[in-house]
């Protein structure tokens, strides 16, 4: 699950393998640290014929028999790092059997599912090892009544997958092992595919499939298993056959609505395989793609450029807001409204200025006057000598 969007929300398909349910992980692994992906993803499947042994085409069920299962899945992937993540599932499934005889249906919680994924090697193309379990909710052991939806055992997968981005296109191809307890044959899933980018679309499509590497515990006995099908899944193999081999398409459109929603329609068909079913799949998925790291970014600081004159400055580079208007402003407004309390029970006469007295303005002197006295003066002081 879930990869991811800065832009996220990368987009790969359902994994339709012959030897499990629908698994809601990506082929294509991307790693966006501390993304968080959240998926509901369903699958639609439907059959009316088996394939019994390989490159002999199809046999069709009789009586014109059908089988169909609804997948309904919901995944999450967390990414604590560029290199690896954590992934889990529930599913639940709802299966239908027709034949001439009964209807027989069946729907619950199939099986939880859980694993991890990482970069193992990442060069001139990526390897991301990968590992999980399938824990059933519900076991198969040939004795219900009911039409099967699972194969109701418990699994454990290891895969490899390699991986290259040329930007407008994306190739990868994986192969892996798959242990099936109770004695059930285990398998090696395989597949590969292409994806092509355009704008916010993306286009793709893979062939998967799932060979059997060890025998079924039952492998001597099969038609004990093929009479148990035909009674309870109207003859489908789709689950619980001995040793089964497939080879499938898948097909795929998805819109990344933003960096956070992204949508897919998807489809595909069997086109070989042997004790296991043939039909044809369409499905689809809605996935959010949550940020942890969104709303607790904070811009890096950057230090105030020094002035020509002088290398630093004791004004903090930010200001209050109490100082969000100038020294002007606060004057020019916050003084018009300033009133000094004077009600403090002292007599504010006595702080009154006191009437000061008009200097007389002295006498005009007339400087001609003056200047003819002293003359005279000086003139009597000769005269007496």
């Known amino acids: 699950m879930a990869n991811n969007l800065q832009c996220l929300s990368t987009i790969l398909i359902s ?3 012959g030897s499990s349910s629908a698994l809601a992980f990506d082929n294509y692994k991307e790693f966006r640290r501390d993304r968080w992906d959240f998926e509901l993803g369903t699958n639609f499947f439907y059959s009316e014929a088996n394939y019994e042994k390989f490159g002999e085409g199809t046999t069709n069920l009789t009586s014109g028999n059908h089988y169909q299962l609804l997948d309904l899945d919901f995944s999450t992937r967390y990414m ?9 599932m529930v599913s639940m499934a709802s299966s239908e059997s027709k034949s001439s005889v009964a209807t027989r249906t069946n729907t619950s919680l199939t099986d939880v599912a859980g694993g991890f994924d990482f970069i193992m090697y990442d060069g001139v193309l990526q390897l ?21 939806n699972s194969e109701g055992v418990f699994e454990t997968w290891g895969r490899v997958t390699a991986q290259k981005d040329f930007g407008t296109a994306r190739l990868h191809g994986w192969i892996g092992y798959d242990y099936r307890a109770d004695g059930r044959s285990s398998v090696m899933p395989w597949g590969g595919g292409l994806q092509l980018k355009a704008n916010s679309f993306r286009f793709g499509g893979e062939v998967i499939g799932s060979q ?9 006995t099969r038609y004990v298993r093929v009479a148990y099908l035909q009674s309870v899944n109207a003859g489908s193999y789709k689950f619980y056959m001995v040793n089964p081999t497939s080879i499938d398409t898948l097909f795929y459109a998805t819109w ?13 068909a069997t086109v070989a395989g042997e004790n296991t079913a ?9 996935r959010y793609s949550f940020d942890l790291t969104e709303g607790y970014r904070q811009e890096p600081y950057m230090a105030p450029a020094a002035s020509p004159s002088r290398r630093s400055s004791p004004t903090p580079s930010g200001r209050s807001n109490m100082y969000d208007r100038s020294d002007t402003e606060m004057s020019a407004k916050s003084t018009r409204k300033f009133r000094e309390a004077t009600e403090d029970g002292v007599d504010q006469q006595q702080f009154k200025p006191r009437p000061t007295k008009k200097a007389q303005p002295k006498p005009e002197v007339n400087i001609q006057n003056e200047l003819d006295k002293t003359e005279f003066e000086v003139e009597l002081k000769r005269g007496g000598h």
């Open 15 to 17: 994994l339709v393998m």
């Open 80 to 88: 604590p790092s560029k290199s690896w993540s954590v992934f889990a």
């Open 128 to 148: 991301v090892p990968e590992l999980g379990v399938v824990v059933p909710l519900q076991e198969v052991n040939g004795t219900g009544d009911e039409s099967l």
């Open 212 to 220: 059997t590497i060890s025998d079924d515990k039952d492998k001597s």
């Open 256 to 268: 990344n609505v933003d960096p956070k929603w992204s949508l897919q329609v998807n489809g595909g």
């Open 278 to 286: 043939a039909g044809y799949h369409i499905g689809g998925f809605i």
